[in-house]
């Protein structure tokens, strides 16, 4: 939904994906330890720049809400 939400304002020049998720332990009824997970955006615009601050700045927002680290690769 995050992804959605962070390219809705560039919507008619950019996309994004999630193209992979990885869950370990991957049980149910367990809180999992870690997650990887592969997110694409891509534009035809120069405003990429700001849809990649934006979710940076989600993501950093999210890991101090749930005590979590995350980590970025841009």
């Known amino acids: 939904m995050e992804?959605?939400?962070a390219v809705e304002p560039?919507?008619?020049?950019?996309?994004g994906t999630i193209g992979y998720v990885k869950v370990?332990?991957?049980?149910a009824t367990i809180i999992p330890e870690e997650i990887t997970a592969i997110?694409?955006?891509?534009?035809?615009?120069?405003?990429e720049s700001q849809l990649v601050k934006s979710i940076l700045k989600k993501l950093h927002d999210i890991s101090?809400?749930?005590?979590?680290?995350?980590?970025?690769m841009v």
Do not use: D, T
Request: charge should be positive.
């Open 39 to 47: 997110i694409e955006f891509r534009s035809i615009s120069r405003k």
């Open 10 to 15: 560039v919507k008619n020049v950019s996309v």
């Open 64 to 72: 101090l809400k749930y005590k979590v680290q995350c980590e970025a």
């Open 3 to 5: 992804v959605r939400r």
């Open 24 to 27: 370990k332990p991957s049980v």
